[in-house]
């Protein structure tokens, strides 16, 4: 066995010991055998990387797991230390399970390996214990996909992390910088969607009938504030919902419960859909505003087998809005009469509302209360039985203020104002008075003091405007294709300005020539102003109108329309009845005379309208009016100023007299007669003998007719 020599002994084979010994490790030449230098003789961090020459550790040089992490120093072996063999093994599986930990990587193999290695690549097996540390984990590098589900389990924590995700995690501790983008999945959430859970949104992003988001009660949850705060509460947490006819009892149980514990100033918020109820009130003392989710998404229907109104208001200051009401005629046909909206208190605001198929009237105002100063905007309404709109005479219910309102295939006429002090704003009235033979007009004003502005009154089987009181305002009108006369007035004191009258008088289909079939009719009118009206006729066609089109049943009495070509209005303008000191103003009144084959078109009864004032108002004549004169008498027409009398007429008196107004008498025909000086009414410079051709003028202070000219 090889030894080293003995010092003080060994005398004469010393030389031969030392060879012996150093052969053991060294050839001939001095150089270490292959092999002589195991993993037992190197020190920890003894082989650097200045001492290895490239490609010089191959597998050859190593012996079987003799380099293990503790015998490379940090950063020593870099990629051109590695030969193309020793790369290749890298990925093989003949390196030991964690023997390659980073920090023994030079850095270029490090960048290496991350920038080039794949998803999934590096495995657990690979990873020295405590080798990936938080440090080296980029934020949001660690996603949900890279996490399998469940793969991190509570004993894979250790205590202090499970200390702190139990309770010692602070509020808002976590960022959303910490979290990657789709990170948290709804997979990921517990008790997604359950009661007591956390809360999920439909596709439409609403909140699923039956969730109720852990931390809020039904209260909570049903109260949002708007303005000043009025507290909202959603219909359907309180047993209120959409559904068949059958759920109306149930539901008008609980919406009358909802309104009895609401606050004053709530909010009853319904969903869409149609929801049935048998009737609603609205108890006075508490404001209460029902909404719903728009005219044409949300609607409150009636079943069949109902009695009384629908909804009463009876409420100050409350509200509904956004919805449609339907009043269930075509259910409840044995029981009319019955109203959709009566309102009965002062300050409601109805807006944007449908108001339909009630067997009653859509809005009454004032049938048990006053209903003063009511806001109504944007309503439709549609087949009502009765009037689409009413006012209650003597219910105080004055000063409504309405805007933008739109009606057709009503029962009735379509606006009625027996009580007065209504102001309207763009009214639109059509095919109205579909189940009452005389009740039928477009708007019936049997008050006073109403002011509408911007109406129009088309194709109702009556009058388009009724008038049968005083003091009333009208301006920009148009109103055309009614059955009857465009305009029928009795008042007096009333005003209308701006307005076109077109081919009214439809039933007119015989195109008889009658006063009956005049554009406009004032019947015992006195003191009214008319300025600016136009009326025309034409022999255009107008289709006829009845709901069954809608699919409702046929009413009593459509709209026939006016199918033949042919003119229906006999005048432009008819005074009747003692009508008389009405103003007209910048008129144009002359297209009817087409039908009437007078020329100009204007119908007076005998013994009215003489005392009227014209004004700059074209009745399309081509000649003055003829006058007879009668026991020596000659009417100045209220119509013309320039009248033609027979110059063999004797005359003592000239009648038509108003303060500042002038005349001038044309004298036609044949034969002599004389106009005389009476010393009274008429004062001439003298005795006036006409002839064919001449002419007599005059002026008048009220009570006299003074001469102020002649010729012969």
């Not at 305009?487 to 008088?505: C, I, M």
Request: hydrophobic share 35%.
């Amino acid at each position: 066995m090889a030894r080293l020599p003995k010092v003080g002994g060994d005398k004469g084979d010393w030389g031969e010991i030392l060879n012996d010994f150093l052969k053991q490790a060294h050839d001939d030449d001095g150089a270490l055998k292959v092999g002589s230098v195991g993993a037992s003789q190197l020190t920890s961090s003894a082989v650097m990387t200045t001492a290895i020459g490239d490609g010089q550790v191959t597998t050859v040089k190593l012996a079987d797991a003799s380099v293990g992490a503790h015998q490379i120093a940090d950063a020593a072996i870099t990629e051109a230390k590695l030969s193309p063999e020793v790369m290749t093994l890298i990925g093989t599986g003949v390196i030991a399970d964690d023997s390659i930990d980073e920090v023994k990587l030079g850095i270029d193999v490090r960048k290496k390996l991350n920038a080039e290695l794949a998803d999934a690549s590096v495995t657990t097996a690979k990873l020295a214990g405590g080798a990936v540390t938080t440090g080296r984990i980029e934020d949001g590098a660690v996603t949900n996909e890279k996490i399998t589900d469940g793969a991190v389990s509570e004993s894979k924590l250790s205590s202090e992390v499970q200390g702190k995700l139990n309770g010692d995690v602070p509020d808002d501790s976590i960022s959303t910088a910490k979290i990657a983008d789709g990170a948290v999945t709804p997979n990921k959430i517990s008790g997604l969607g359950a009661i007591g859970g956390i809360a999920s949104l439909d596709l439409e992003g609403r909140l699923p009938d039956g969730q109720v988001p852990s931390r809020l009660t039904a209260t909570s949850l049903n109260r949002a504030f708007v303005g000043e705060g009025a507290p909202v509460f959603h219909s359907v947490v309180h047993g209120v919902s959409v559904g068949p006819p059958a759920t109306a009892s149930a539901n008008t149980s609980a919406l009358s419960a909802l309104l009895s514990s609401a606050p004053s100033g709530a909010i009853i918020q319904f969903p869409p859909g149609t929801i049935y109820l048998t009737d609603i009130t609205l108890a006075p003392g508490k404001i209460v505003h029902l909404r719903g989710a728009g005219r044409s998404v949300t609607s409150l229907r009636r079943p069949s087998g109902v009695s009384g109104d629908f909804i009463t208001i009876n409420s100050a200051s409350s509200t509904i809005s956004d919805l449609t009401v339907e009043g269930g005629r075509y259910q409840n046909a044995s029981s009319p009469d019955m109203d959709n909206i009566c309102v009965n208190a002062p300050y409601v605001n109805l807006q944007r509302l449908g108001v339909n198929k009630a067997s009653g009237s859509g809005i009454v105002l004032g049938k048990a209360g006053p209903a003063i100063v009511g806001f109504y905007s944007d309503i439709q309404f549609r087949e009502n039985r009765g009037y689409h709109i009413r006012t209650i005479a003597g219910s105080d219910s004055t000063d409504g203020m309405w805007v933008n309102i739109e009606g057709g295939y009503s029962g009735r006429s379509g606006v009625r104002l027996d009580l007065g002090s209504q102001n309207m704003l763009n009214v639109h009235m059509w095919a109205s008075g579909m189940e009452d033979v005389s009740d039928n007009h477009g708007v019936w004003i049997n008050s006073t003091n109403n002011t509408l502005t911007n109406l129009q009154c088309e194709t109702n089987n009556g009058e388009g405007i009724y008038v049968t009181s005083n003091r009333n305002v009208l301006g920009i009108i148009r109103s055309w294709g009614n059955v009857k006369r465009g305009l029928y007035l009795t008042g007096t004191a009333n005003s209308f300005t701006g307005g076109t009258f077109e081919r009214n008088n439809v039933g007119n289909t015989a195109t008889a020539v009658s006063d009956a079939f005049a554009q406009i009719v004032l019947s015992g009118a006195t003191r009214n102003t008319l300025v600016g009206l136009v009326t025309i006729d034409s022999t255009s066609t107008i289709g006829s109108a009845n709901p069954s089109s809608n699919g409702s049943p046929s009413a009593t009495y459509p709209f026939p329309g006016k199918s033949v070509a042919s003119f229906t209005a006999a005048f432009a303008l008819r005074e009747e009845s003692g009508a008389d000191y009405n103003n007209f103003t910048g008129c144009r009144f002359h297209d009817e005379y087409t039908l009437s084959g007078t020329n100009p078109a204007y119908s007076f009864a005998p013994g009215v309208g003489h005392n009227d004032a014209f004004s700059a108002v074209d009745f399309g004549a081509t000649a003055p009016p003829t006058q007879t004169v009668v026991s020596g008498v000659v009417r100045i027409p209220s119509f013309s100023d320039v009248v033609q009398v027979n110059a063999g007429s004797t005359i003592t008196s000239v009648i038509g007299q108003r303060v500042g107004r002038r005349a001038t008498i044309i004298f036609t025909g044949s034969g002599t007669g004389s106009v005389t000086d009476n010393g009274t009414s008429l004062k001439l410079a003298s005795d006036f003998l006409p002839t064919p051709g001449s002419t007599l003028s005059l002026v008048s202070d009220g009570t006299n007719w003074y001469e102020t000219g002649r010729s012969s």
